[in-house]
């Protein structure tokens, strides 16, 4: 039985003849027990780089770490993922303030309670009280809280200048599960043949829901000479290959702020496009969850909706293309300077996608039932924050400006360590929370690295990790230009430890080029 017989066996095959199916590999096997070649295929196949074989050895150090074991390092410093909480950073006053709020409404009858919450998250958590009429312990509509949708459409019309209607916006765990909503309405798993422009370097769950949903990755190479720019050039050329074997390219990802390379998009780059995605009829997924993480004075972020909508009124030539563009937006409570990882909320707005595909996401959000309602307040609370006037309006702001100005700092820290190192080079972080330089590994390393069945920066990293303690993430888990090796760091340490970390990082670095040299270094 092939992978995709396994996928679709019970559709195939209906509900009884799956059943004899499971008795007879039973009654062949010494147990009932699953095994892997009874799993989808396609999940077994499924890679997902940061949390991936270099995380389990980390976990399994700090265990050993916590077991009193005597190791090169004495902690373990997370740079693999962008989990700003769990490396520091303290959540909002205000949004953990409604929060509870919300979660306990008994706090509201209690006069000493209310002299412990500012006025202002007082009224919010009263607000959505009034609008979740069932507590945050019922279910909600499929599509999301109505009342925070506005809030959700209130802040695309502020920041963009155009209107937005809360019934095309969909709150949901975290943008990734609205990334999989939307992959997983638009891939035919049983064709086998449906495709999706991804950028290369991408984010690694791009990667796996291809794989997941047997669609292929058709990868766009970014331009590294270029500060990791996208080029129409480069896209064309991956899609006219992809068609040429057959492949039916659905939809491009732009990922913007870039994860994993950190830079942002020009306002002419993304202009060309929209103008290819009207033209070669491609859905335009816009990742856009590190919009508020841009550190580059002469960069800002421009989301793909008010580019359209300004195409819309400039030439007839523009007018056409924002007309024939279908676009997908998602943001996240995860990043920004909120960093509510473990919350999951999030959200995605449709724009000028037909009512039936509405339709079916909305059967697929109803198959969940709904979002998490934590994660929906706190997207309500991360596009509606505190106003001036309102009394907690000046913490919020000192709150997330010493946020964001602390992590401009270290973006530009990280960036110049790494290109101090030897046969290192790494961009400037324009924005997003990770760096992603290029490593140029002696032969040594490179026949230590073949002799362990291992990417060369696979190699690296592991070795970063055995004798510093400090988790980063090989290129190859995001895929990279053929011949190229690479590892993405966050910059999210704190910053009194983030001298530290990278002078624990360049020590090792040296140590490690000399010794591979010669060939004579060890994992």
Known sequence: MDARSLTL??????????????????????????????????LVEAQYAVRGPILDVANDFKRRLKAGEKLPFDELIYCNIGNPQSL?????????????????????ESDKARALFAPDAVRRAEMYLKNIPNGLGAYTNSQGIEVIRQEVADFIERRDGFPADKDSIFLTDGASAGVRMLYQVMIDSGAGNDGMLVPIPQYPLYSALTTLFNANLVGYLLDEAQAW????????????????????????????????TGQCLSLDSMTEIVKLCARENLVLLADEVYQENVYDPSKEFISFKKLVRTMGAGTEAEQE??????????????KGFIGECGIRGGYFELDNLIPQVKEQLYKLASLTLCANTHGQITTGLMVNPPRKGEESFAEFEAQ???????????ANLVSTK???????SCNAVQGAMYAFPRIDLP??????????????????CMAVLKNTGIVIVPGSGFKQAPGTFHFRTTF???????????????????????EHKDGKGEL
Do not use: C
């Open 443 to 460: 032969d040594g390393a490179l026949r230590k690295a073949r002799e362990q069945g291992m990417e060369p920066d696979a190699y690296y």
């Open 88 to 108: 520091g950073q303290k959540p909002l006053a205000f949004n953990r303030e409604v929060l509870a709020l919300v979660t306990n409404p008994a706090l509201l």
């Open 229 to 260: 720019g996208v080029t129409v050039a480069q896209i064309t050329s991956a899609l006219t290959a992809a068609r040429a074997k057959g492949i039916k390219v659905k939809a491009i990802v732009i990922i913007n702020p870039g994860n994993p």
């Open 9 to 42: 066996g019970g559709a195939a095959l209906g509900v009884g003849a799956t059943l004899l199916a499971w008795h007879s590999r039973v009654g062949r096997a010494s147990s009932a027990q699953l095994v892997p070649s009874d799993l989808n295929q396609w």
């Open 418 to 424: 790494l290109n101090e190192l030897e046969g290192v």
């Open 321 to 334: 293309a924002a007309k024939a563009v279908s676009l997908v937006s998602f943001h996240s409570t995860s």
């Open 492 to 514: 999210l340490p704190p910053e009194a430890k983030m001298e530290s970390v990278m002078s624990r990082l360049a020590a090792y670095h040296t140590q490690f080029m000399a």
């Open 400 to 410: 997330s400006g010493a946020i964001l100005a602390s992590l401009k700092r270290r």
